[in-house]
């Protein structure tokens, strides 16, 4: 039976999604602006029988999800910034030791406490970390409430396949809004992870996980694996949302939230007879460097747009670094108030005329 | 179609919840919608607000720092809220609590004494749903018809005697804009 819509805050929606992609337990402190994921699973998760576990901190939570998340089972924590910030080295373990989980990150806005605006000021904490060594945390970044259902539901995936930590970045916007939605099944296959879960040695030999490697070479091999995990990521499980990209001349990149509303501006800017395109990536880490090429190829600039003060836009410019020369423009700006249509359209027509008129001319505009 | 709606008053007043009635309608007729609840360092007993998007196209931002339409169900929420409508927006008013006049040419004002009619019907408690009736009269994004269909879904068992009351207020709140 085909589900209907419902109407569903976003921070709801990634709830549900993770019931029903079947986790089996869920650790976390609250935060907003994300609490009423913790809330939702608080009572949903013990009427099925899941686990459920009000952490006493932060450090707690994140290393709680390495523990469940060492059984082969699907594990969850949710969070915010400067919370987040606390779980980096729980991150850095759960990255060296191949332990599949999820990881929820509402982004605030900061440094330090900051408050509770939608930003996008931790695409470096989520794509770069703090942790320590040589890891990725893969990253997805949802632009609607649905996309909260269908990435959980991806993150839940990717992270069982490849056991690897996975996290959702949504932002403040998102987590707080309502917005018609459907909570579909989860359509992933189930992954056996029976050959390596620490489920008991009852009848096999004992196992452990652990990050330490004593010899040089194994430490290595070990690194380069987790490494080819990332570029098989990129290869099988790309998202991204391409707008009127063919025939572009100046492309706007942005991500999650963001991006809704730069849609909006391209569309504006396409009634006006101006050449320009969005694109958004989904996947954000590992970042989709060739893609980004591709399309650098065919434009004569690209303007970066983020709620923060240039963060995706050292992704671009470093993909794009030695395979084209193009002007590459940013307007951003730490969060606080939202960014509106026009705010963003007036950016891009002005980027517009500047590139256009140096390359071609006014009479070309 | 591309518009909005900032919904505040008191809270207690039901401000989150029409605004809800409202995206779900909006949400029953296949239009694109959001409903996004004002947040930060709010206190009991103090405003509350909500802003409700609808647009045949897709919502591009759930935020809105100028409403084009705002419902103030109370005085501090006209004294907000009046100087960030833009230009050609409409005002609906809950003329029993505000009692300021109106300081700008450039919006449309519809005062309704929500609070009374909905006293005088018997369901003081339900000017918040007044106030949608005058909303979708003044400006037409929704049908009635729509509204109810959504109120008989939210409305049900304990609070199902609740129905036939709602529906007459949305009805007074409706028949009081001319």
């Known amino acids: ?85 606390l779980m980096q080295e729980g991150l850095s373990f759960i990255a ?92 992933y296959e189930e992954i056996d992870q029976s050959s390596w879960a620490l489920t008991g040695a009852d009848n096999r030999e004992p196992r452990h996980i652990a990050s330490i490697e004593r010899e040089e070479e194994t430490l290595r091999k070990r690194v380069v694996k987790i490494f080819e995990k990332y570029n098989q990521i990129l290869k099988n ?116 005329k500047e590139i256009i008129e140096k390359k071609y001319g006014t009479a070309c505009i | 179609m591309d518009s909005n709606v900032l919904i505040a008053g008191f809270g207690g007043q039901g401000v989150l919840f029409i605004g809800q009635l409202l995206a779900r309608a909006c949400m029953n007729e296949g239009l694109s919608v959001t409903w996004t609840p004002s947040y930060g360092a709010e206190m009991r007993g103090g405003t509350v607000n909500c802003t409700v998007c609808i647009s045949d196209d897709e919502v591009a931002c759930a935020y809105v720092a100028e409403p084009k339409n705002v419902i103030a169900l109370n005085a501090p929420s006209f004294a907000k809220f009046e100087s960030k409508i833009k230009p050609g927006g409409t005002m609906v008013v809950n003329s029993s609590l505000v009692k300021s006049a109106p300081s700008r040419t450039d919006i449309n004002y519809k005062f309704v004494p929500m609070t009374e009619i909905a006293h005088n019907a018997g369901h003081e408690k339900m000017a918040n749903i007044v106030s949608l009736g005058a909303f979708i009269k003044t400006l037409p994004v929704i049908s009635k018809d729509s509204i109810v269909n959504v109120m008989r879904t939210m409305l049900t068992g304990k609070k199902a005697i609740m129905l036939e009351g709602n529906i007459q207020a949305l009805d007074e709140g409706f028949e009081a804009v001319k």
């Open chain 1, 237 to 352: 499980e790309n998202l991204f949302e391409k707008y009127e990209t063919e025939g572009a001349k100046i492309v706007i990149t942005a991500f999650g939230s963001i991006a809704r509303i730069a849609k909006a501006a391209v569309k504006m800017a396409r009634k006006n007879g101006l050449k320009v395109g969005l694109f958004r990536p989904i996947l954000l880490n590992p970042f989709p460097e060739k893609i980004v090429q591709e399309i650098a190829q065919k434009v004569d600039g690209i303007l970066d747009i983020e709620l923060n003060c240039g963060q995706m836009l050292q992704d671009i410019k470093a993909s794009i670094a030695g395979v084209v020369a193009i002007p590459i423009k940013f307007y951003g700006r730490p969060a606080g108030v939202m960014m509106t249509v026009e705010e963003i359209y007036e950016q891009i027509e002005n980027v517009y």
């Open chain 1, 1 to 85: 039976m085909k589900k209907e819509k419902e109407l569903l805050k976003g921070n709801y929606a990634i709830a549900q999604a993770a019931v029903e992609a079947g986790c089996q337990s869920y650790f976390g402190y609250p935060i907003t602006p994300q609490s009423e994921i913790g809330e939702y699973l608080s009572t949903k998760m013990p009427e099925l029988g899941r686990a459920f576990v009000a952490a006493e901190s932060e450090v707690a939570a994140i290393n709680m999800l390495l523990g469940a998340g060492s059984t082969g089972v699907k594990a969850m924590t949710s969070s915010s910034s400067c919370a987040v910030a």
């Open chain 1, 96 to 187: 060296g030791d191949e332990i599949p989980c999820v990881l929820v990150s509402v982004m605030r806005a900061g440094p330090g406490l900051g408050y509770i605006y939608a930003s996008q000021g931790d695409y470096f904490q989520a794509t770069k970390g703090g942790g320590n060594g040589d890891y990725k945390i893969v990253t997805f970044a949802p632009a609607s409430v649905q996309e909260c259902i269908d990435l959980t539901y991806k993150c839940f995936y990717v992270s069982q396949k490849y056991r690897t930590p996975v996290c959702l970045l949504a932002d403040g916007m998102l987590g707080q809004m309502m917005e018609p939605a459907v909570v579909g099944k989860y359509p």
